[in-house]
């Protein structure tokens, strides 16, 4: 029942947070009880484990309300067009796609990966180079260090079927690793990442689960065997 209309975010002591494609935010609690509005009204669209929430309004605008306030507030006018956003772990910065559209059809998703800091301040972090080019899947590292992002060059579903590269972001300096065509990131609470490596679509071939370390080191845990799959990591 909540899976089917909903899309699990963070997980937090009593249980875990999901946010409804109507546009609540409820808690699915570990005895399988749900609170539910937990941001109150207003259409949710990121909820950090501090209880942060971020909401866009109906014209376009984004609104936040922090832990201890009663109403959101708008912090963002529907002409900055920002797009997904995604707390970081201490429930203060957001980072935003704002979307730059280019002149041609081809260029309709261009965008570029912003930071809006605790004081209200915003700076650009990334932009893809290319006109046509696009970032999203944006993710935090557990030290709000680093973020990875998914660059496709194209609109394309064939091409994001096939594999797109995925990008690991510093986050106060804007400099980026490339790890290669890869996909599913998930971190671990002590600053590993481990994702799939590998182009193509089919599932049981070309994938490496890989895992890189604070330090920049990475190892192979698992290559692809006939008939199996490499998919979906996740720490314990």
């Not at 400099?175 to 490596?197: H, K, M, N, P, Y």
């Not at 890989?210 to 990475?218: A, C, H, N, S, Y």
């Amino acid at each position: 029942p909540v899976l089917g209309a909903s899309h699990f975010r963070t997980s937090v002591a009593a249980g875990v947070e999901i946010l409804g494609r109507h546009g609540s935010a409820d808690l699915l609690r570990w005895d399988s009880s749900v609170v539910p509005a937990i941001c109150g009204d207003g259409y949710v669209v990121a909820v950090a484990a501090s209880g942060a929430c971020a909401y866009r309004e109906p014209d376009g605008a984004l609104a936040v309300r922090l832990p201890g306030e009663v109403t959101r507030r708008e912090v963002l006018p529907a002409s900055w067009r920002g797009a997904a956003v995604g707390w970081d772990p201490t429930g203060t910065r957001l980072a935003l796609m704002r979307s730059i559209p280019g002149p041609t059809f081809d260029e309709r998703l261009h965008n570029a990966l912003w930071i809006l800091e605790a004081d209200g301040s915003l700076r650009e972090l990334y932009r893809p180079a290319e006109p046509a080019a696009f970032v999203y899947a944006v993710s935090w590292s557990p030290d709000g260090r680093w973020l990875t992002a998914s660059e496709s060059p194209i609109i394309s579903n064939s091409v994001a079927a096939d594999g797109v590269p995925m990008l690991l972001i510093d986050e106060a300096t804007g400099r980026t690793v490339q790890l290669g065509v890869a996909r599913s990131a998930r971190w671990s609470d002590s600053g590993e990442l481990a994702f799939i490596r590998g182009e193509g679509r089919e599932t049981w071939r070309n994938r490496r689960l890989v895992v890189r370390t604070p330090t920049g080191d990475e190892r192979v845990v698992a290559m692809p065997d006939e008939g199996s799959v490499q998919l979906a990591p996740a720490w314990a």
